[in-house]
């Protein structure tokens, strides 16, 4: 986790420790799905407890064996009248109900889940890795099918109507839109910040969502503080941050409680965001 000390976290973390805040923030991963089951990311994971139709206070429980979604609050009936029916967790748009783990099968289906882990893994929970925000809340939105992304933009909307106060997008590339564009400004409008990855092509070209208005474009720098040789470098980019360079990368989980090395502005732009 050469990351951390990188950026001065213990440092930071002597001023202020995300859970130690007067109110609760939710960082929202717009991305390829979450495994929300992982053993280092469950107990941040946000809960739509305006969906707990049984009241027990939780829409996720143990059943004795796993993580499961609370049997008592999936009910057919969209009881926050946010037009999502039972999304407990935040919401798949691949399969169009409230369970955002990745889609089976998906070859970039780990991605979600592994800046999940750099924004929101569970720090000081003696497992694994530990990521910056020590301990905020974590909303999982699946938007991507085989690394298409058709849902992209739902995705900021939902997250930004149902809590968010914080939406990370690793992924881009898209060309300019104005629909886009106001996606990002309603969003922002209502409170969010928005960050995006900046791109991993070593260029200065356009890279959308991370060049519109209001978005924080994040680039990637190696352990030396230099850019990586693949992150994007235009008048856009706001802040740099580690992502992985010739050293190995950034290691975060992934899906089946494992943790394993990416490189990318796919992962400065959740340690931003954390």
Do not use: R
Request: one cysteine or more; proline letters at 4%; glycine letters at 14%.
């Amino acid at each position: 986790l050469q990351h951390l000390p990188q950026i001065f976290a213990e440092e930071a973390w002597a001023i202020h420790k995300g859970e130690a805040g007067s109110e609760e923030i939710i960082i929202a991963i717009v991305d390829t799905g979450i495994d929300w089951e992982h053993e280092d990311l469950q107990s941040n994971v946000w809960q739509n407890l305006l969906e707990d139709a049984d009241g027990d206070g939780h829409t996720k429980e143990f059943d004795g064996t796993q993580w499961v979604l609370d049997p008592g609050d999936i009910n057919g009936v969209d009881d926050d009248l946010n037009g999502f029916t039972d999304d407990l967790l935040g919401w798949n748009f691949i399969t169009n109900n409230g369970d955002p783990n990745p889609i089976p099968g998906n070859p970039v289906g780990s991605h979600g889940t592994h800046c999940a882990g750099i924004s929101n893994g569970a720090t000081d929970n003696g497992k694994g890795i530990a990521s910056i925000s020590w301990n905020l809340g974590l909303m999982g939105i699946c938007t991507d099918e085989n690394n298409t992304l058709p849902f992209a933009w739902d995705g900021i909307i939902y997250a930004a109507e149902n809590g968010a106060d914080i939406i990370s997008n690793s992924w881009g590339g898209f060309p300019y839109s104005m629909a886009d564009q106001e996606v990002v400004t309603y969003a922002t409008g209502l409170g969010c910040i928005v960050l995006a990855a900046a791109g991993n092509s070593n260029n200065a070209d356009l890279f959308y969502p991370a060049d519109y208005q209001d978005v924080i474009s994040v680039a990637s720098v190696s352990v030396d503080d230099t850019k990586t040789g693949y992150s994007n470098y235009n008048l856009a980019v706001d802040i740099a941050a580690p992502g992985g360079g010739s050293e190995g990368g950034i290691l975060s989980t992934v899906p089946g409680n494992e943790y394993e090395l990416f490189s990318g502005t796919s992962m400065a732009c959740p340690l931003v965001a954390g």
